[in-house]
């Protein structure tokens, strides 16, 4: 039930911000957008629809765990948590963002939930480790806001498959030294091929305090 909520909550979160899309990270021009859009030019909620999502999530028949996993995406399509991802140079290549964030549960101890955010990168792209050949795609999962990743890690995997080629797999996501000083980002390369991919990262990352599980995020990827 409450893996049930939360998931609930992430994704009305996510379709009150209308988040999704490929981003071209290098060069990238925000497109103009109308005045009633729920978004600014940069692609954040505007001040009206955060306070809007915000006094929903305050509701007092809303439960915590709903109340909790709301805050903390609003917090995450607007930028105000500050841990963000790993860092990304100018001439990063083009990814695919999760179309929304995943919440872990008392990650970082009683109470304080960590945000997961997710990318996908087609190769060929040498960034981020272990990099990605034509016709692979790198999977990155950070989960913000927590201390280092270990370096035995299992149980984060990215199920996908390829609309055009039919393959499918399953790939494991492990520790390849991105942010090694946290927050914990475990990365994998998969041969996906080229196509319209369809992937789904969920499961467990070890840091150095916790054991964190993340509920399901999903994202439709143009492997070209």
């Known amino acids: 039930m409450v893996i049930t909520l939360r998931r609930a909550a992430v994704?009305?979160?996510?379709?009150?911000?209308?988040?999704?899309?490929?981003?071209?990270?290098?060069?990238?021009q925000a497109l103009p957008l109308p005045s009633?859009?729920?978004?600014?030019?940069?692609?954040?909620?505007?001040q009206q629809t955060a306070d809007q999502v915000r006094a929903f999530a305050e509701q007092p028949w809303l439960p915590d765990e709903v109340s909790g996993a709301i805050l903390s995406a609003l917090a995450f399509f607007a930028g105000d948590n500050g841990?963000?991802?790993p860092p990304l140079p100018a001439d990063a290549p083009t990814f695919t963002q999760f179309y929304w964030p995943t919440v872990s549960?008392?990650?970082?101890?009683?109470?304080l939930n960590s945000v997961g955010s997710a990318l996908a990168v087609p190769g060929p792209a040498e960034i981020p480790a272990p990099g990605a050949e034509a016709g692979q795609t790198?999977?990155?999962?950070?989960?913000?806001?927590?201390s280092p990743a270990v370096q035995q890690q299992g149980g984060m995997q990215v199920q996908w498959f390829n609309l055009n080629t039919l393959r499918s797999g399953t790939t494991e996501l492990a520790n390849h030294g991105i942010n090694p000083d946290g927050p914990a980002t475990l990365s994998g390369t998969a041969d996906t091929g080229v196509g319209t991919v369809i992937a789904v990262v969920s499961g467990d990352v070890h840091t150095e305090d916790n054991t964190c599980s993340f509920i399901p995020t999903a994202a439709i990827i143009d492997a070209r």
């Not at 859009?37 to 505007?46: K, M």
């Not at 549960?105 to 109470?111: A, F, H, K, R, T």
């Not at 790198?138 to 927590?146: D, E, P, R, V």
Request: hydrophobic content about 40%.
């Open 83 to 85: 841990d963000g991802g």
């Open 138 to 146: 790198t999977f990155l999962f950070t989960a913000l806001g927590t």
């Open 11 to 28: 994704a009305l979160c996510a379709a009150l911000l209308t988040c999704s899309g490929t981003t071209a990270v290098a060069n990238a």
């Open 36 to 46: 009633s859009s729920p978004l600014d030019e940069l692609g954040r909620p505007t």
């Open 105 to 111: 549960g008392d990650c970082m101890g009683e109470g």
